[in-house]
């Protein structure tokens, strides 16, 4: 089946920096990623629609300034939690839509976890 | 807007015992119903979906029936095993809202031997 990679699955940062996260859809086209957080115990919180080409919609409540969000190409979206402080330590997960498939389909990666210090 | 209600965890079954996660929802339009199931540490993964009225999804001996009538897709399996224990996610996906996915809290399931 398709398989969507993100990458780094772990990454520990210091308060203030900057922390790219890249989602990449292996075998199939995706002209829409999603992005999700979820916080321990608790379900997945919509942050963001990307569309390949254009401008990401933000879900209401979510910085568009702080969290970048890059669709530069059909198998690539890239998260940029931009001076990260601890509370935005969590677990980000994106899904990909196939663009190529008769029946709707999202596939989601594996997620990263990202510790804000 | 969209909503989807699953039964509060954690639950807690014996090997070999019946399992029902209950979930309902709220949707405009005619959305498509998913389980997902996520293991510790790990993304979701999609157990099964049923994307229109009366259609039965089913995978790996679990199963869920798109119940219009009461807005229903309660998971059911006939006898779970340890490696069953993880998170199960009810969702549904909206046909009018932009394709997004509407999650449920999640229920935790621990199978003991």
């Known amino acids: 089946g398709a398989v969507v990679s993100q990458h780094p699955s772990r990454v520990i940062c210091k308060s203030g920096t900057s922390v790219k996260i890249e989602c990449r859809s292996l075998?199939?086209?995706?002209?829409?990623m999603f992005w999700y957080r979820q916080f321990p115990k608790q379900s997945l919180m919509l942050m963001a629609t990307?569309?390949?080409?254009?401008?990401?919609?933000?879900e209401q409540g979510v910085e568009k300034d702080k969290f970048l969000i890059n669709h530069a190409s059909l198998t690539l979206s890239t998260l940029t939690v931009t001076s990260a402080h601890p509370e935005d330590s969590s677990f980000y997960i994106c899904?990909?839509?196939?663009?190529?498939?008769?029946?709707?389909?999202?596939?989601f990666g594996p997620g990263t976890r990202l510790l804000v210090l | 807007g969209d909503s989807v209600t699953q039964m509060e965890g954690p639950v807690t079954l014996s090997e070999e015992a019946f399992l029902t996660i209950n979930c309902t929802y709220t949707?405009?339009?005619?959305?498509?119903l998913f389980w997902y199931v996520q293991y510790p540490g790990e993304g979701l993964q999609l157990l099964l979906k049923?994307?229109?009225?009366?259609d039965k999804g089913s995978n790996k001996g679990f199963e869920a029936t798109y119940r219009k009538e009461t807005t229903s897709f309660h998971l059911e399996k006939g006898s779970v095993q340890v490696s069953d224990s993880a998170v199960y996610f009810c969702?549904?996906?909206?046909?009018?809202?932009?394709?997004?996915?509407?999650f449920g809290d999640g229920t935790t399931l621990t199978v003991k031997p």
């Open positions: 899904s990909a839509r196939d663009a190529g498939a008769t029946e709707e389909t999202q596939y």
């Open positions: 075998d199939f086209q995706a002209t829409t």
């Open positions: 990307s569309n390949e080409g254009s401008k990401a919609t933000y």
């Open positions: 949707a405009t339009g005619y959305p498509s």
């Open positions: 049923a994307t229109k009225a009366d």
């Open positions: 969702a549904l996906r909206s046909n009018t809202n932009a394709g997004k996915s509407t």
